[in-house]
């Protein structure tokens, strides 16, 4: 069995560059979006999906309409909700509370904001429904939530993987409960 090719690929750059957001509304700039259409050029996929957020739905769509499909929104590919912290910049945060939050996200949430397990479980979700070669246009965090369920990494080992705007990671994804991952690719 060769498992289902899932192709993860960040947002490009927006228009709220040095804030933290996750669910707030951040636009896509021109550069951000054509940065990951460049990127997906090439993918071989069955289904394109984005998390219903501007910033990712609209690569999406302009990714889709190049492979002649539909882009489908999940919700379930948005990044964590950063509560009463979504869409500030970061020096207007609590800088001791930010660090508690960095360090231990499953024990320390944002105000108001979602746990690290929550988007893990939540990301868990998605991936079960994934069964066809996928691109999902996404967030970092929802990323990284990917990476510990398909591959049990945990919080600390995930800060080590780089995913800038417009990163491409590549992950073959074996059925089953649960199901479990390799990594075959990053691009970034």
């Not at 069955?46 to 998390?51: I, M, Q, R, T």
């Not at 957020?53 to 609209?58: C, H, I, K, P």
């Not at 499909?69 to 910049?89: K, N, P, S, T, Y």
Request: charged share 20%; with cysteine; hydrophobic share 50%.
């Amino acid at each position: 069995m060769t498992g289902i090719v899932l192709h993860l690929l960040r947002h490009g750059a927006t228009d709220a560059e040095g804030r933290l957001i996750g669910r707030t509304e951040a636009q896509p700039r021109a550069e951000g979006v054509e940065a990951c259409v460049v990127r997906a050029a090439g993918l071989s996929v069955e289904a394109v999906l984005h998390s219903g957020l501007a910033r990712s739905a609209v690569p999406a769509r302009q990714i889709a309409a190049a492979m002649a499909l539909e882009a489908r929104e999940d919700a379930r590919w948005r990044e964590l909700d950063f509560g009463a912290w979504d869409g500030l910049a970061f020096d207007a945060i609590d800088a001791d509370a930010l660090a508690a939050f960095q360090a231990e996200p499953a024990r320390h949430r944002p105000p108001d904001g979602e746990t690290w397990p929550a988007l893990v479980a939540r990301v868990g979700e998605a991936i079960a429904a994934i069964d066809r070669p996928t691109l999902v246009v996404t967030h970092g965090g929802a990323m990284r939530a990917a990476l510990a369920t398909l591959c049990t990494l945990d919080f600390p080992q995930l800060w080590n993987i780089a995913l800038p705007h417009a990163a491409l990671l590549s992950l073959r994804v074996w059925p089953g409960t649960p199901r479990v991952g390799q990594i075959i690719g990053l691009v970034t």
